[in-house]
């Protein structure tokens, strides 16, 4: 299964990728750990927990965690109890059958553990472990209809089909093993203190001799580590045994009987089982960092941190000053009328003299008539635009027809419309009772966009060169 960090990891992808909603904004944990250190799987891990500041998602999975593991914990405990009260009513006798006993103790074992040993040389561990799955399956340990631990239970369940779980299986029934045998372990040890018993054999076909054999064969091993094994009088003397036999004798055959449960049945799963606990490890189920969701953030992660005392903002564009003529005016106005009578003396000061209210260009026609009077007359041409009209293309388009036509020149006067703050203000039928002044709060709207309007123009009056009034 994936680390506790990794589950972790993965169940924030699958619960963002539909759109939960954590405790804390993952934008907002993203962003902050791109300035820190670590490896890109240690950031992902410190970006899942931060995510799940509550512990919401880990308790959940803890949860499940937990009762897996119980589940096999209860069975080791359950396997080791019948383990001891097989062997414990299998001694009730004082005289002990002991090739019967012992293929008891081990027959099926080593046959059970030849076969997984097989399978795992030859098969490979390509069997499917889908029954192991649905057995200890996560929704049958934990119920919820919320989206945390419906996606946690699906992370489990997908953690369970992965190839590696062969080694998971594999070691848990090793487990099982092992609790059988020491319970009857414990059994052999517990009725050998309290009982005093005679072992004894018997065989049909078998002479004296060839148990002498076999018996030397099977204490060789359990000899090597010091246990007792019978010499050849003993094993003689033990055929067909009815009542109790010497002290000594019988714990030369009591100590065979442990060190052979010890020697070849409980050591040889226990190095299965650290077998399969190393394979385990080695084919852990790792997380998928490459996944589209991963790499997105490990791009955003990559790229360069601007530091802001090197950051120098582009200045915004000006228009360049107008230069205003000695020669006649011809002034007009863009679409929009102006609140000011005569809105262009500001603008032009003392040079007033000559100036021509031309009225306002709105359509066609009017444009048309004022390009055949510029072609006619050569005047400098100031334009005021109110602080309504955008810089469009079409409004730009005019401009340009009129500089064009303009033998000494355009230049743009940008208007505003203080007005407008009342108007707006009593239309709106607004509260003046409140602690905080309306007409405040208007005005600073209307301010706020008339100063962005007036950028935009600044940037396109900069690109055409067409001088701007500024009145003082």
């Known amino acids: 299964m994936l680390s506790p960090q990794d589950q ?12 939960h909603v954590f405790a804390t904004d993952p934008l907002l944990v993203t962003e902050k750990l791109q300035g820190e250190d670590g490896k890109p799987i240690q950031k992902l891990h410190r970006r899942a927990s931060r995510i799940d500041s509550n512990g919401a998602l880990a308790r959940v999975l803890g949860k499940i965690d937990g009762r897996i593991k119980g589940i096999m914990m209860v069975m080791s405990v359950v396997w080791c109890i019948s383990g001891f009260l097989g062997l414990f009513t299998l001694l009730q006798t004082n005289v002990v059958n002991f090739f019967y006993v012992l293929v008891c103790l081990l027959g099926f074992h080593t046959l059970m553990l030849l076969g997984w040993l097989a399978v795992t040389l030859f098969n490979q561990g390509k069997q499917s472990s889908n ?9 049958y340990l934990i119920r919820g209809k919320d989206d945390v631990t419906k996606a946690a239970v699906d992370l489990y369940e997908r953690q369970l089909q992965h190839s590696g779980m062969r080694w998971y299986l594999g070691r848990f029934s090793h487990q099982l093993w092992l609790a059988t045998l020491t319970g009857m372990l414990l059994a052999i040890i517990f009725l050998l203190i309290v ?18 054999t076999l018996t030397q064969i099977l204490g060789w091993l359990p000899s090597k580590v010091g246990f007792t094994v019978p010499d050849s009088t003993a094993i003689v003397q033990s055929r067909l045994v009815t009542d109790a036999m010497p002290l000594s004798m019988a714990r030369q055959w009591a100590g065979l009987l442990v060190g052979s449960l010890l020697m070849y049945g409980i050591v040889p799963r226990a190095i299965a089982w650290a077998f399969c606990a190393l394979m385990f490890r080695r084919k852990k189920m790792r997380l998928d960092i490459k996944q589209p969701y991963y790499q997105k953030i490990l791009n955003f992660w990559q790229r360069q941190v601007v530091d802001e005392d090197d950051f120098n903002e582009a200045p915004a564009p ?27 003396q500001d603008g032009l000061e003392n040079n007033q003299k000559e100036v021509e209210d031309f009225g306002i260009l709105d359509d066609r026609d009017d444009m048309a008539r004022l390009k055949a009077y510029l072609d006619d007359h050569p005047v400098q041409v100031l334009i005021g635009i109110h602080s309504k009209a955008l810089p469009d293309r079409g409004t730009l388009r005019k401009l340009d027809q009129i500089a064009h036509h303009a033998k000494d020149g355009l230049i743009v006067q940008l208007l505003s419309d203080t007005s407008l703050i009342d108007n707006k203000v009593s239309n709106n039928g607004l509260d003046h009772s409140n602690n905080s002044d309306p007409k405040t709060r208007v005005s600073e709207q209307l301010l706020e966009n008339q100063n962005l309007r007036y950028q935009q123009w600044q940037t396109a009056l900069t690109t055409r060169k067409i001088g701007l009034v500024t009145p003082p």
């Open 131 to 139: 029954w192991f799955a649905s057995f200890v399956s996560p929704s």
């Open 8 to 19: 972790l990891t993965e169940l924030v992808r699958t619960l963002e990728m539909q759109q």
């Open 195 to 212: 009982r005093q018993y005679s072992f004894s054999w018997e065989s049909t076909l078998l002479s004296d001799q060839a148990l002498i």
């Open 318 to 344: 000006i228009a360049p000053k107008a230069t205003i003529s000695a020669g006649k005016k011809l002034v007009a106005l863009l679409e929009y009328p102006s609140p000011q009578k005569n809105w262009w």
